[in-house]
Each structure stands twice: as C-alpha cells, then as structure tokens.
C-alpha cells in the first residue's frame, strides 16, 4: 500500500504527481511518469486494467467522502437482501419448466414447442436485455428506487397473467411484462455484492445468486403443488402476492457502498473501448444460448421416457438444488484459484457433462444424475461474470457496465431459446431431443473457447506471464 502523504510506506521518498503506479503484485510496483508510454506497452497494468486478485482498486469515487469500507458485517445485510430478491428474479425462470410442462401437455397441447418458448424465452431475455437501461438507472438514481419499480411491475405482470386465456397474451405478461419487470429487481441486485467485498467478493457474489436457485427449489415445488390443486390461474396470482410483499421488504436495505458520481450521460459508453467488456460480453451471449435448454425440456424429455408431470417438477428440484451449491462453491473457489480460472473449467466441464449423460438416457435415473451435476457445476458465471466486471471496472458504474454485458445475455436467450424449440419441433420432431442437445453444447463449448481467449487477454496484461497462475 501507499500513503496519500506522496511516500511509500517503505520510505523510498517522495512521488511525482504525475506519477503513475502500476501494481503487479501485493509485494511489487513499478512506477511510470504521465508521458511514459513504455510501460503499458511492457504490459504494465494501470488504473483501469486487471488487478491481480490480492489487490484493492482504488477509484475516484472512493476517494470522496461517505464511501463506507468494504468486507465489513454490514455489508452482508444489502447482500443477503439481493439473496431474497434473486429468488424472485430468477426463480420464476428456473422454475419456468413447471409451467412449460404444463402449457405443452395439457393447456396448450396442440400449440407448438416454438411458440410456448417465447413466454420463458421473453422473462429471461428482457430482464437481462433490458438491465442496459435499469443498470444505469440504478447508478443514477438509485439502487431503491429501481428495485421497487421493478416490484410493482412484477406484480402487475402475474395478476394479468392470471386472466390470460389465450397464448399471446401469456407472452405479453408472463413474457414481456414479467421480463422488464424483473429487470428492475435485477440490475441493482446483480451489482450490490461486488461493491460491499473485495477480499471475499466470489463469496459474496456466490451467496447472493443462490438465492435464483433457493427460489427455483420453492417455486418449483409450489408452482407445481398449486397447479395440481388450485390450477395455474390461482398459481399466478399467488406469486403476485408474495413477491409483492417479500421484495417491498428487502429492497428499502439496498444500500450503496460507494455513492454514484455526476455524469452527463445515462450509460457508460466508455466501457465498450474495452476488450475485457467485449470479451465477457461474447461469452455471455453465447453460454446463455445454450444454458437453458436443460430446464425447459428435461421435464418434457421425462415424460417421453414414461414419467409424469411430477417428474419433471422433481428434476428440476434436483437441478436448482445442486445450483445452490454450486453457485456458492463457484465463488469460493474463484476467490482462491482466480475467477476466469474457475470460470473455465467450470464451462468445459458442463459440456463434458451435459451431452453425454442427456444423449444417452434411456430411463430417468440418468436424468437425475445429469440435474444433479449440471446444476451443480454449470452456473458458475452467474456467479462469477459480476466478479470480473468488479475486478476491471469503477465500483460507481458497475450496475451500468453489468447491465451492458446482460444485454447480449438477453439476446442469447432469445436466439437460443427460440433456436432450440425450432429445432425440437422441426429437427426432433417433438420425440428426441438430441439436435436440441448437440445445439445447447456446442454454444457452451463456444462460450469456454472466449472465456480461454479471455485468460490469454489478461494474462498478458501481467508482467509474470506464467500460466499456471490464479488469473
């Protein structure tokens, strides 16, 4: 570390002020004049570029008055409050198989598998699509604010869905309005734990997007259960209800470590002069493409194999439940083996493990086994994709550079999600699925191939140019 005085700590003497630090290690700093732009062709890392993980990055923003410090025990209280909203945000997607399910086999058994793909399609794609806009005005006006317009939206979308009698209009509710609903819960969610952590911000990150997991695991088993007894209309306007009254509670706790600076413009344009931005943006995109067609079809495929709609409520159980492992362990591990490191094993290893087992089963038990592990291994970059972001980026416009990056997340959703009950319905004529797999996990596969293009980019942003090393 370095005193404000203009001297290191180790007395080597005063410092220019048009100095500028570049730090490579906790250990080591190399220092560079203003004009010097030897350095940063060396690989040097400056201000805006990669810190090694031991390091603390700090901002203008953090230099003003009012910034409260970081890995404090308050800073678990915002984080377990965008714990329970995540529940709320991603849970109606992780559990949107339940009602896949049901809208393909009994409600709407003679529409197409293209078609009922748009409701689930449409909340996921928007919530992340839409997050360019919420992101920033989360930053600029506030993470509260946000978060309870999202609230009322929410809520408004699954009572009107609840009174929806044909399919179009499910997607302008249940899809459309839900989604952009959603989006205002999620851009100030997403971006609350980086800011309060940086020693243990994986962690941190890891815990609070369980909660999409948690929240699949109740809104699976509820969703079904309330279906079953009193039907789909009554289901929605349940979830209205809850989740009206549960995230008016946790969103008055989202509160700010670092306040948001002045700035001209809404979004943060700069960002995308960046190649790390466009690199986490592509995978993204691409792993999003393929990531979901587990949860909407599996419940599908364990009806085509002799099981029942129960069976698919139960996989997916088991599949949000090995996520809520999962996602914790992801940000454990990415703290101490480095976030891109995790971030592509885990991606390889879900590609590895998500075609065979699903090609090859011919009974459910495989069916089981695969939930098991795909949850528990393939959802890491939700947990680790913020993590980055808030290793290269200001803490005061992280929601609005998360939202940036979300934005090709949502466009790989609607491409892939559309994709693949094309496919299912024209190529796997609606009794295999193995084109829809092949599709899913080559996306993946894709997306491990950016995230490796990713490590080699930072990498050679370090003066130690090892590989094997926590990156």
Known sequence: ??????????????????????????????????????????GSIHKTEPLCDENVKLTSSEERDNVRPADGLFG????????????????????????????????????????LAWIGTLVTSLMLGCSILTGAMSDKLGYRVTAYTGTVICTLAYILASFCKEVWQLILTQGVLLGIGASFLYAPSVSIPAQWF????????????????????????????????????????????ITFSVTSLTNSLYYRRVPAKPRKSLFEFCAAKRLIFWLVA?????????????????????????????????????????????????GVIADRFGCINTLLISIMLTVVIEMPLWMTAKTITPLYVLCALYGLISPSFISINPVIIGRHFDMDVLAS?????NLFGGLGVLAGNLAQGAIFDKYDKREQFTNTIIFSGMFILLAGIVTFVMRVHVQRQRTDRRFFQRI
């Open 198 to 241: 940086i020693k243990n911000r994986g962690l941190a990150t890891g815990i609070a997007v369980a909660g999409s997991s948690i929240g699949g695991l109740w809104f699976t088993a509820a969703i079904q259960a309330m279906i079953d007894s009193l039907g789909a209309e009554w289901a929605l306007r349940i979830l209205g209800i």
């Open 282 to 330: 592509i995978e993204t995109c691409t792993i999003y493409t393929g990531y979901w067609a587990l949860t909407f079809y599996v419940g599908t495929n364990a009806k085509h194999l002799g099981g029942s709609l129960r069976d698919g409520s139960n996989l997916l159980l088991v599949l949000n439940a090995g996520s809520v492992v999962g996602r914790v362990m992801a």
């Open 76 to 115: 678990w209280i915002p984080t377990l409050a965008a714990m329970v909203n995540y529940m709320f945000i991603f849970g109606v997607s992780n559990s949107y198989g339940v009602f896949s399910t049901y809208y393909l086999n009994v409600k709407f058994a003679g529409t197409s598998a293209t078609t």
């Open 401 to 405: 550079v998360m939202g940036m990056t």
């Open 1 to 42: 570390m370095f005193r404000a005085a203009g001297t290191t700590e180790r007395g080597v003497g005063p410092i220019p002020v048009n100095t500028r630090i570049n730090i490579h290690h906790k250990d080591m700093a190399s220092v560079s004049f203003a004009g010097d732009t030897k350095a940063s062709e060396r």
